[in-house]
């Protein structure tokens, strides 16, 4: 990944702090801002380390750690919620044996919640990377987890 050639996409303004962040963790194979990547935004946009690691924490979206070449968010938000997003969690956890939060030891999979995906129509729903996949179900978990696998 060429920090620098992300960062030349956008005008030197802070208000582009968040749009940089996101390009850069969707980079990155880990999927997650580095120490490095936020020194390269610091002098780029003459800013402060922690005004950067501020937005990291704010945005659940955003990590500074690093995580597995899948980033599994299943959202938490109310419909979803009614709609049984906990069971999936469970399910989830149980077959890649970690919990929220946790990358299985092979690098694959990190399993996170998020805020509301705007796809409540098909709730519950997550989001593998970039994919959306709703109306979940153990059974269409499985087979998406296979097919990452
Ligand atoms: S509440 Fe889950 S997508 Fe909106």
New binding site residues.
Partial sequence: MNIDAILKKYPRKKEYLIEILHDIQNQHPQQYVSEDAVIAVTQYLKIKRAQVYGVLGYYSILSSQSRGKYLIRI?G?????MMG?DNLIDFISGRLGIELGQTTPDGLFTLETTE?????GA???MMVNQDMYGSLTPEKVESILKKLK
């Fill in positions: 959202c938000s109310p419909v979803c919620n997003s509301c995906l705007g796809n409540c709730a519950p729903a």
